[in-house]
Structure formats: C-alpha cells, structure tokens
T-cell receptor, first 113, second 113 residues
Framework: DAGVIQSPRHEVTEMGQEVTLRCKPISGHDYLFWYRQTMMRGLELLIYFNNNVPIDDSGMPEDRFSAKMPNASFSTLKIQPSEPRDSAVYFC???????????FGAGTRLSVL | QKEVEQNSGPLSVPEGAIASLNCTYSDRGSQSFFWYRQYSGKSPELIMFIYSNGDKEDGRFTAQLNKASQYVSLLIRDSQPSDSATYLCAVNEEGGGADGLTFGKGTHLIIQP
C-alpha cells in the first residue's frame, strides 16, 4: 500500500485566502485523524472520523476550520479565511481498527503570509 | 485536559550507550501508550506500543509502563547515530479505543558518534 497520502506538501498563501488540505487514508482503514504540529504546541488532534462520520471535532480551533470526509478514501481540511497563526504542519493519519495504531502521512506545511 | 509531559531535551547520548526517554501522563484512564519517532521535516512513525504494566522489548527498543506512577519510558540499547530524532510519547484513553492520541511535545535525542 502507498500509505497515507497528503496534498499539497507545501502551501503558501496570503492572509484571508481559503486553504484546502487533502488526505487519502490507507485503503481499508476505518479511522482518519487530522493533526496540527507547531513548535509551541506540539502535535494536536483537530478532528477524527470513523467510517466517514466525524466523531470528535473538539480540537478544531475555530469556526474558520472545517473538515469533511465524503467517502472512505478522501478527506479535506479547509481553513477559511486563513490567518498567519494557522501556519503549521498539518498531518493526516489513519488506523485500521480499534487497536489505534495510527499511520501518518507526510504532512502539509502551510505558511500564511 | 489530558496532558502528556516529556523533557524536551536535547538529550545527548554517546554512540553505543543506552538512551532513556521518559514520559508522564495525567489521565489515569489512559490505557494505550505509544512511542513515535520523528526525524526533522518528516512525519511521526510508530516505534512501539504498550498496553500492560511492565516491559515490552522489540529489538534494541524496550518500552516500560507503570500505570500506578503514570509513567512510560523508552530505552534504546546500543544507540546509533541514526537514532537521532525527536521521540514523541502518545497516550489513548481507552484500551483499544478509537480516540485520537494525546501527544507529548517530544524529546530531542542526539546520539554522538
């Protein structure tokens, strides 16, 4: 399997613009997680899905953030409007089952100017 | 608020020695414990997981768990320069559960040749 695939790898945008990050989980994995990593706060869980259904979005920082999973092989994390403090590396991870061993994608490095 | 604490380091260890990484967690309900390794600019990759009190060995790596003390550690024997990375401790509330992981901020390990 190709692993968790994220796109784009790098995104540079200006404040106020909409940003969409994409993730393809490992085929057959039922759980999908979105994390954000910064030097100050470390790796933080934003939201996770089980069988395409959002289960816990308590980590989403603001209403500017939204996530969807329209099918088992695709998820998006959208920021609208983006702000400089959103600059971070965003990781998507998936896991097969309740064992909760999560496999991470390569991440998207977002810079909001 | 679940908290996972790690010494940020850097922890410097001579090549061939044992590296000892420590982690404490606040939630007594935590049941699953994970160690991830993250090279600079890369995504976290799973090194070990442990669910039960005691030691678990895998090659040069040993995970140790003490739930009474809310303490988990990772020992790396015969340290190699390629072990130089940031090591992230992560916990999950429910054994086998599907909640997202709570990560520590990581310990930066440097193996000196």
């Amino acid at each position: 399997d190709a692993g968790v695939i994220q796109s784009p790898r790098h995104e540079v945008t200006e404040m106020g613009q909409e940003v969409t990050l994409r993730c393809k989980p490992i085929s057959g994995h039922d759980y999908l997680f979105w994390y954000r990593q910064t030097m100050m706060r470390g790796l933080e869980l934003l939201i996770y899905f089980n069988n395409n259904v959002p289960i816990d979005d308590s980590g989403m920082p603001e209403d500017r953030f939204s996530a969807k999973m329209p099918n088992a092989s695709f998820s998006t994390l959208k920021i609208q409007p983006s702000e400089p403090r959103d600059s971070a590396v965003y990781f998507c991870a998936s896991s097969l089952n309740r064992k909760n061993i999560q496999y991470f994608g390569a991440g998207t490095r977002l810079s909001v100017l | 608020q679940k908290e996972v604490e790690q010494n940020s380091g850097p922890l410097s260890v001579p090549e061939g020695a044992i590296a000892s990484l420590n982690c404490t967690y606040s939630d007594r309900g935590s049941q699953s414990f994970f160690w991830y390794r993250q090279y600079s600019g890369k995504s976290p990759e799973l090194i070990m997981f442990i669910y039960s009190n005691g030691d678990k060995e895998d090659g040069r790596f040993t995970a140790q768990l003490n739930k009474a003390s809310q303490y988990v550690s990772l020992l790396i024997r015969d340290s190699q320069p390629s072990d130089s990375a940031t090591y992230l401790c992560a916990v999950n509330e429910e054994g086998g559960g599907a909640d997202g992981l709570t990560f520590g901020k990581g310990t930066h390990l440097i193996i000196q040749p």
